[in-house]
T-cell receptor, first 115, second 116 residues
Framework: GAGVSQSPSNKVTEKGKDVELRCDPISGHTALYWYRQSLGQGLEFLIYFQGNSAPDKSGLPSDRFSAERTGGSVSTLTIQRTQQEDSAVYLC?????????????FGQGTRLTVV | AQSVAQPEDQVNVAEGNPLTVKCTYSVSGNPYLFWYVQYPNRGLQFLLKYITGDNLVKGSYGFEAEFNKSQTSFHLKKPSALVSDSALYFCAVRTNYGGATNKLIFGTGTLLAVQP
């Protein structure tokens, strides 16, 4: 596709349920990021995949959060036992190489609401 | 650890006037600096970046930013604001110093409101 694709665009879930958010990066992009944007807040870094290197998971807020990237392409962010404070927009971004001088391209995000 | 500060939650400016959105950063090593814009209910769009070379960089929609190493700043500017510039603006930084990962760290964002 032409851009970063995220699905679903909206997700409403009950407290305590698990959710999976999907990100399809731009074809050929080796770096992939997940961020969280809460109402009135900035972008909170969650996790970063860089090629075949071990991911940087330093931003994951708790062990309920995990992410995978299969085959260097599609990524899934999983939130287990969701809580109301997990409600936010989850943004995925990819960039074309692992160099530091390249900008990241963002998807439209998944709006997660935990009720 | 690297960090970015956007000291203003909101900037108000009249259409036609110059605008400045402030950003300061803290990194070890050389910074690579970015500005993004987020329009309502839209994803983030890249505006411009500073990697090396000229301190004044030009980007999309008439925006520019000036890198100031001594002040560790990268303020976003536009000579004449448009109502359509009203949006949320984010500054971001990354570095490749000392084997640190290349993650992109964002500021908290500044809401720009341009009044007609």
């Amino acid at each position: 596709g032409a851009g970063v694709s995220q699905s679903p665009s909206n997700k409403v879930t009950e407290k305590g349920k698990d959710v999976e958010l999907r990100c399809d990066p731009i074809s050929g992009h080796t770096a992939l990021y997940w961020y969280r944007q809460s109402l009135g807040q900035g972008l909170e870094f969650l996790i970063y995949f860089q090629g075949n290197s071990a991911p940087d998971k330093s931003g994951l807020p708790s062990d309920r959060f995990s992410a995978e990237r299969t085959g260097g392409s599609v990524s899934t962010l999983t939130i287990q036992r969701t809580q109301q404070e997990d409600s936010a927009v989850y943004l995925c971004a990819s960039s074309p190489q692992t160099g530091t001088n390249t900008e990241a391209f963002f998807g439209q995000g998944t709006r997660l609401t935990v009720v | 650890a690297q960090s970015v500060a956007q000291p203003e939650d909101q900037v108000n400016v009249a259409e036609g006037n110059p605008l400045t959105v402030k950003c300061t950063y803290s990194v070890s090593g050389n910074p690579y600096l970015f500005w993004y814009v987020q329009y309502p209910n839209r994803g983030l769009q890249f505006l411009l970046k500073y990697i090396t070379g000229d301190n004044l960089v030009k980007g999309s929609y008439g925006f520019e930013a000036e890198f100031n190493k001594s002040q560790t700043s990268f303020h976003l500017k536009k000579p004449s604001a448009l109502v359509s510039d009203s949006a949320l603006y984010f500054c971001a930084v990354r570095t490749n110093y000392g084997g640190a990962t290349n993650k992109l760290i964002f500021g908290t964002g500044t809401l720009l409101a341009v009044q007609p």
